[in-house]
C-alpha cells in the first residue's frame, strides 16, 4: 500500500473516530479508489456506513473486506454484528462459529454466542 493511501487510510480511521462521517467516507472512498482490494479500505467503509444507517451498503462492504482476507477475526465480528443488529440471526451466527473456528477463546464471538442458543 503506497505511503498516500495508508495515509488516507489513518486520516479516515481519525475521522471516523471523532464522529466526522462524511469526511471518513471520502478518504475511505480514496483508500479504495488507489487500492481497490485494500480490505482494510472495506472494513472501515463498511463501518462507516453501518454507523450512518447504510445498512445494505455496510454489509457489502464487510462482505468483500471478509472476501480478502478470510481469516480477520476483527472484520468477521464486525459482520457478525452487523448481522446480529439486521436481524438476520442465522448469518451472524455462522459468523460467530467461523471466527470461533479460527480463535476458539475469542471473547467477543463466545459472548455473543450466548444469544443464539
Known sequence: MSSATNYSLERGITFKVEGRYEEATSEFQQVLNDNPGSCDGHHQLGLVYGFTGLFDESLEELKVAVSLDVNRID???????????????????????????????????????????
Open 75 to 117: 472484520i468477521r465480528n464486525d459482520l457478525a454484528l452487523t448481522y446480529s443488529m439486521l436481524g438476520y440471526f442465522d448469518e451472524a451466527k455462522a459468523e460467530f462459529q467461523e471466527v470461533l473456528r479460527l480463535d476458539p477463546a475469542n471473547q467477543k464471538a463466545l459472548e455473543n454466542m450466548q444469544y443464539f442458543d
